[in-house]
């Protein structure tokens, strides 16, 4: 008799079979990194175009207001000469690494 329980509340509680890549929570989040994504991709590019003139880690503000003037969604994070100061450093880190490892 326990056993026959045992198998009906096994069954009747087991959880579903639905792939969690397919959840509403999941696709709702992959919206949301790409978001965020695209945004820091905007920021990144302004930072590289700064640190390839030679620009002044301030005019990285003035050119993130111009993008929102344009009606571009860069959101309120790294929107500053802090902001743009790491994004560069970040970008730099990223370039000389494959050079470290040729001469590493």
Do not use: W
Not at 7 to 20: G, R
Not at 32 to 38: G, M, N, S, V
């Amino acid at each position: 008799m326990k056993k026959k329980l045992h198998e009906y509340s096994t069954v009747q509680n087991s959880s579903s079979t639905q792939d969690v890549s397919e959840s509403k929570a999941a696709r709702y989040l992959i919206k949301l990194k790409k978001a965020d994504y695209e945004k820091l991709a905007i920021k990144f590019r302004t930072g590289h175009y700064i640190a390839k003139r030679n620009k002044s880690f301030r005019d990285f503000v003035d050119i993130c207001k111009l993008d929102k003037a344009k009606g571009l969604d860069i959101g309120e994070s790294y929107v500053n000469d802090k902001g743009a100061a790491v994004l560069v450093s970040n970008i730099a880190l990223v370039t000389l690494q494959p050079v470290v490892n040729i001469l590493g």
